[in-house]
């Protein structure tokens, strides 16, 4: 079993930044490609943007040009840099092998947008 680890949650003002980052307790990534997702409150887990080893990166509409996705050289932590944050960013933020396995779930960092 392999979790996910979250880092780089907070609270943050409307069009503010963040930046999250994922790792797999320090390893490589054991999988070729991970994903953030994220929960707002009453709302059913959606992803966000998921990345490949090679760097090939995609987002769902509601993010894009406004989320980036990145990694390392090292393929051992991925990053989630959130520009021009809303009120409706606000969600537990969760990474995970993609496609998500039940085991690969980690914690997630809380990511609330308020002024």
């Known amino acids: 079993q392999v979790q996910l680890v979250e880092s780089g949650g907070g609270l943050v003002q409307p069009g503010g930044s963040i930046t999250l980052s994922c790792t797999e307790s320090g390893n490589i990534f054991s999988q070729n490609v991970i994903g953030w997702y994220r929960q707002a409150p009453g709302k059913q887990r959606e992803k966000v943007a998921v990345i490949n080893s090679s760097g090939t990166t995609s987002y769902v509409a509601a993010v894009k040009g406004r989320f980036t996705i990145s990694k390392n050289a090292a393929w051992n932590t991925v990053y989630l840099q959130m520009n021009s944050l809303k009120l409706e960013d606000t969600a537990v933020y969760y990474c995970?092998?993609?496609?998500?396995?039940?085991?690969?779930w980690g914690q997630g960092t809380q990511v609330t947008v308020s002024s």
């Open positions: 995970t092998h993609y496609p998500p396995t039940s085991q690969s």
